[in-house]
């Protein structure tokens, strides 16, 4: 809908804030300076992305009001386990939702299509596999993990027993020390995955320890997985036990989330999301989530995940020769960590100072991280957004110029 050159060429209604306006001119108005803000930015936020038009009308349709706690699984268990009336039509668009994602990943895992966000996502697998009390280990936040990976703030801190592997000094995951910390701590979950780390995540490895220490092994792909579903990177289907994901970042679906598992544990997963974590699904979502799908099973999207991480190492490697650190010195994905320890200002001014040019991007912890959280020593820098929008390799070069010449300016 929005391209490289901030137009909008959508056939679908997409800016209807001016129908909006007619009952409410202040939710109209704030939406319609979100959408011009939007179009008109540069959207270098690693886990956003536009959907298309297609995904954007199911997510506001008729299925919006449609109560349907339970679930459908007519074909699979012969009959519907709904505590609502009505249900004939949404029952079938769940199970064809999840015929889908399994056709996207090659897998016959079972899938749960109803987490409303990739935190709930990780609330139900974790409830699905544990006890409180039980011991995780994770990628800590400040080294690129997710608030619940464990971070003392959110449920998963404080439900769970937390052990954290590190990354080396160069900014990997350091194998060595998962398989330490493994062996120190008998974790009942391994857990990996990332919200800003930029290299290839061996699955097979961490399997192998999982195994050793007689750990689940659960995968948050949350990031990468449209880059799996294009095949930009090693899949974790067949390693893992246990894999969420959100649909929204470069799966460039609706905002959701998903649980595979292997089949042992589909019935653990299912009474995990609900009754336990939710309520009714989201079923305006989830015909959302079918599209997102369909549309990752097409060629044209082997070749956006393809273009995606071609971009990032361009935009990264010009960030390099213009003398600026990156942590782990490069990107395998599509995002990457600019390092600016010993810059005389922190991520966050740098934030705020490109979102007065029009740049959007987020501050973020660097390994070693000496600022708090709220200023940090980086930002986190994604191509998935404006490679929607048409940009290649080129384009990012541009960017990372004015970056440079931001930068250079906040210097002075
Ligand atoms: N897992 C990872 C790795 C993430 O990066 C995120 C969000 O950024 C989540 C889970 C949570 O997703 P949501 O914001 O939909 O709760």
Redesign the pocket.
């Known amino acids: 809908m929005f391209t490289k050159d901030n137009q909008d060429n959508s056939t679908y209604n997409v800016d209807n804030f001016a129908f909006i306006k007619k009952f409410s001119p202040v939710v109209g108005d704030l939406i319609e300076k979100e959408y011009n803000r939007q179009k008109n930015n540069i959207e270098l936020i690693a ?1 956003e992305n536009y959907c298309s038009e297609a995904v954007l009308a199911a997510c506001g349709s008729c299925l919006s009001w449609k109560y349907a706690e339970g679930y459908p699984y007519v074909r699979t268990s012969g009959n519907t386990s709904r505590y609502y009336g009505g249900t004939t039509f949404v029952d079938e668009l769940e199970e064809y939702c999840c015929d889908k994602w399994r056709e996207v990943f090659h897998t016959d895992y079972h899938v749960n299509v109803q987490p409303h ?6 609330f139900a697998a974790y409830k699905a596999i544990l006890q409180p009390g039980d011991t995780i280990l994770s990628l800590s936040l400040d080294n690129g ?5 464990g971070s003392s703030v959110n449920f998963s801190g404080k439900l769970y027993n937390m052990a954290f592997y590190d990354v080396d000094e160069k900014g990997y995951i350091d194998m060595e020390d998962v398989r330490k910390k493994a062996m120190e701590h008998k974790p009942q979950l391994i857990l990996t ?3 800003a780390y930029s290299r290839i995540i061996d699955f097979k490895a961490f399997a192998e320890i999982a195994r050793e220490v007689g750990a689940y092994f659960m995968v ?4 990468i997985a449209g880059l799996v579903a294009g095949e930009q990177h090693p899949s974790p289907f067949g390693y893992a036990d246990i894999i ?1 994901t ?1 649909t ?2 470069t799966l460039r679906g609706p ?3 998903l649980i595979f598992g292997r089949k042992e544990l589909a019935k653990k997963i299912d009474s995990a999301v609900f009754p336990y974590a939710q309520g009714g699904p989201l079923e305006h979502i989830i015909a959302g989530k079918a599209i997102c799908a369909e549309e990752a099973l097409r060629p044209e999207y082997k070749e956006y995940a393809r273009q995606v991480v071609s971009n990032c190492k361009a935009f990264c490697d010009e960030f390099l020769r213009l003398g600026y650190k990156v942590v782990t010195g490069g990107t395998d994905n599509h995002v990457f960590l600019l390092d600016l320890s010993g810059y005389p200002f922190s991520g966050r001014e740098l934030q705020e100072r490109l979102d007065e040019e029009g740049i959007t991007l987020n501050k973020n912890c660097v390994p070693g991280e000496t600022r708090s959280p709220k200023e940090t020593s980086g930002v986190r820098i994604g191509t998935a957004p404006m490679t929607t929008r048409g940009y290649k390799e080129e384009d990012f070069r541009q960017v990372a110029h004015r970056i440079d010449s931001i930068i250079k300016d906040m210097m002075k």
């Open positions: 886990s966000s990739g935190s709930q996502a990780n993990g997710h608030l619940t990976h995955g990332a919200s948050d792909m949350a990031h969420t959100t929204h970042k905002r959701g989330g």
